[in-house]
């Protein structure tokens, strides 16, 4: 039974370490925001999208809903600007304040 236990636990602690993401900073999402809207094509702003997903989440959770309501303006107006050439990357700044202010 004590073989069990152990095993059980090991098991779980080692999920939980596997499973474990890094939720990326509000600060950090907004720097690359930033950068987006000078060159909407970079591969950052790719990333970017998944990780103000993983934000939203968390913040979902929390009951933020105007910080969530934010982040997915953001998120919209990257996606836009990443796959529209002639999108207007000013959309991008104008949601930056948004965020500042709701999360």
């Known amino acids: 039974m004590k073989f069990l236990t152990i095993l059980f636990l090991k098991f779980l602690l080692l999920s939980n370490f596997v499973m474990a993401e890094t939720i990326p900073t509000k600060s950090k999402i907004l720097k690359k925001a930033s950068y987006c809207f000078k060159d909407p094509q970079a591969q950052v702003c790719k990333e970017l999208v998944s990780e103000i997903e993983k934000l939203q989440l968390v913040v979902f959770d929390q009951n933020r809903f105007k910080c969530q309501s934010s982040l997915l303006g953001l998120q919209t107006e ?5 796959f529209f050439n002639n999108f207007s990357n000013e959309r991008i700044s104008l949601m930056i304040p948004y965020v500042v202010k709701n999360c």
Do not use: K, L, T
């Open 78 to 82: 990257i996606i836009g600007a990443y």
